[in-house]
């Protein structure tokens, strides 16, 4: 009977250290909640203890109930036919089981049926289900389209709306994409028009959505005729109806489970959610930070299972007369799977944190200005959990996506012939990873979006802390490892500035991210191993190994390894 919440040690560890004293007293208002919910906790620690019984839930159903499903679901697949969009068996079933255990609304208050957690301790249910079915996190994890229509909505739509998101009733979709407008948002045309009552609706087509079927579509739109960038663009909500033509489904290399739907939208009756003009400026982009988490998560459980698999493959597998696990190329090859695995979730759980943060300070700012109370001290907070989330969040998306494709290649590799055959799981597990670095913003444009921190150093006060702790016995070689790293970061950082080129700067700048984020997350694993022995093998590796690879990316720039792109037409021939 596999719990993927409480066999897994690793999930455990950070589960334990989790401090999130301010973010649930915040959220549950100094847990003034209570005298008016039963389920509401009464203190910190009854919180916690209801998120981790909750996570059991989620650990025994993504091991027990969700993870058999997974080969079923990806070998059927959603089907489309005659104009209707069908869930695998598999899906409909997980999806009615989730519901059933209250799992649809976590991030919801409860007044609309949710369980008002923190977004960390749904990003750890998130990694869960992705873990035991990746495409089902597609659905699952489209909570955070309710969680934006909480945000920005009024009362009156919440009401709406939410209740049908925490019961289960409604799923959602996205609805940003167009044949145009990928990477681009900027370049959305579907049209939103009022009629002479000033009632709203949407015309044109929308492109990869995921469960575009779902009964309720958050659409960016340009309400602004006339216009061509971002401040002509709303966002816009409307319930599934006869208006809104599936006009097919993508037949994809993996997430099977997961619809993606073109859209045409014939006159469909929608409300404004929020202000006009802020669709991408301020909705869109608080939503697919979230999402961006979102598939964190979901690379990270893709990884877990990769890494489960490998392992246990090595072990069973007799090469030789002997186990392949005993060949030290494979346990070498097992051992960077699992330092990967481990400090990819100490940046996750980090960043969810901070995200957490950020956005329980937002809404204490906001009550207090309702309540016409100062918030100066907030806002200091406030600023702060922002800066590092700016920088945390497209990082994080990055690293744990282009991860979760080499995880799954190595447990190929590890599987030999038989990883490549669709009886072993790791072959979908290779499929469903691909996507993770492409949507959602593909990697090239989270490292646009890190690069800002990034180049203004954003971390350097945190750094300048760390570098002043002191650490135990071999630690204290690491740290110097990691002021290594940052003589690279500063010097590479300096070159790239004073060239003052910024097509070698775009280029650049997946190098200095990449840099950065080994500094940052290599002073979290060094802070973990000095309270926790067998911890120091994880930061040790993957200390040393980032050394490695900063050399090569601190080089990579000052002996100017990109200078040919000036003449990639003479090149690309
Ligand atoms: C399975 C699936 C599900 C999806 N689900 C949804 C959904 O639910 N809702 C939704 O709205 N969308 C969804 N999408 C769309 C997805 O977000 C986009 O595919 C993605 O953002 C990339 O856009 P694009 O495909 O148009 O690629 P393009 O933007 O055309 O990019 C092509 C290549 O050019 C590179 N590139 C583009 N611009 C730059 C730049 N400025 N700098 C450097 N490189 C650049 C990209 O990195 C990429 O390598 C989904 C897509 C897929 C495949």
């Known amino acids: 009977m596999p719990n993927y919440f409480s066999d897994n040690t690793d999930i455990l560890y950070h589960f334990e250290k989790l401090n999130l004293k301010d973010i649930v007293n915040i959220a549950e208002d100094e847990y003034k909640q209570a005298e008016q919910f039963d389920d509401a906790p009464v203190n ?50 997980a999806l009615e089981m989730l519901s059933k255990a209250e799992l649809m609304g976590m991030i919801l208050p409860r007044r609309f049926g949710g369980l008002n957690f923190p977004t960390t301790i749904y990003m750890m249910a998130v990694e869960l289900i992705s873990r035991a079915e990746a495409s089902l996190m597609n659905i699952f994890g489209l909570q955070d389209i309710a969680k934006t229509i909480d945000k920005f909505a009024t009362e009156e739509q919440r009401e709406f709306y939410l209740p049908g998101f925490s019961s289960g009733l409604y799923t959602g979709a996205m609805a940003l994409t167009e044949p145009d407008a990928g990477s681009d948002l900027q370049a959305v045309k579907l049209t939103a028009y009022q009629d002479e009552n000033g009632n709203w609706f949407l015309r044109g087509v929308k492109r990869f959505i995921t469960n575009g079927n779902g009964d309720v579509l958050l659409v960016l739109a340009r309400t602004e005729a006339g216009t061509k960038d971002a401040r002509g663009l709303s966002m816009l909500s409307c319930m599934k109806d006869d208006s809104i033509i599936v006009r097919r489904i993508e037949h994809k290399l993996g997430i ?25 400026l301020k909705y869109v982009i608080y939503l697919m930070n979230r999402a961006r988490v979102g598939i964190g998560a979901q690379s990270l459980g893709i990884s877990q299972q990769a890494y489960e698999e490998a392992l246990k493959y090595a072990k069973a597998r007799e090469q030789f007369g002997k186990p392949i696990y005993n060949f030290p190329v494979v346990a070498n090859m097992l051992i960077d799977m699992r330092v990967t695995l481990e400090s990819n979730r100490t940046l996750f759980y980090n960043t969810c944190t901070w995200l957490d943060r950020k956005e329980a300070y937002e809404d204490l700012i906001e009550k207090r200005k309702s309540e016409k109370l100062p918030f100066n001290d907030v806002n200091e907070k406030f600023k702060e959990a922002q800066r590092m989330t700016n ?41 469903d990873a691909r996507i993770t670095n492409i949507y959602e913003g593909t990697s090239q444009l989270q490292i646009v979006a890190a690069a800002g921190s990034v180049i203004n150093d954003v971390l350097a006060d945190y750094i300048n802390d760390w570098e002043k702790k002191e650490y135990k016995g071999s630690l204290k070689k690491l740290k110097e490892s990691l002021m290594e790293i940052r003589v690279l970061f500063n010097d590479a950082l300096k070159y790239v500035k004073e060239k003052k080129d910024t097509g070698f700067q775009d280029v650049a700048a997946k190098d200095l991210v990449e840099l950065y984020s080994y500094i940052y997350t290599g002073y979290l694993l060094l802070d973990e191993a000095n309270d926790d022995q067998r911890r120091v093998f994880t930061a040790k590796r993957f200390i040393l190994d980032s050394l490695a690879r900063s050399r090569k990316n601190a080089e990579s720039i000052k002996n100017e390894l990109y200078s040919d792109i000036l003449h990639a037409d003479t090149i690309l021939i």
């Not at 099977?256 to 991408?280: K, M, V, W, Y």
């Not at 494709?405 to 799981?425: L, V």
């Open 44 to 93: 910190y620690e009854d919180a916690m203890e209801n998120y981790r019984k909750v996570m059991e839930i989620v650990g025994d159903i993504t091991g027990n109930y969700i993870a058999p499903r997974a080969a079923k679901i990806d070998e059927e697949g959603a089907v489309f036919e005659n104009g209707k969009v069908t869930y695998a068996k598999g899906t409909q079933e």
């Open 256 to 280: 099977h489970g997961s619809p993606t739907c073109e859209l045409q939208f014939n006159d469909t009756p929608a409300e404004l959610i929020g202000t006009r003009r802020f669709g991408l």
């Open 391 to 431: 920088f945390l969040t497209p990082t994080t998306k990055y690293i744990l996506s282009e991860a979760s494709n080499k995880m799954t290649y190595d447990s190929i590799q590890i599987h030999g012939g038989t990883g490549y055959m669709r009886e072993f799981a790791v072959e979908r597990l290779a499929r």
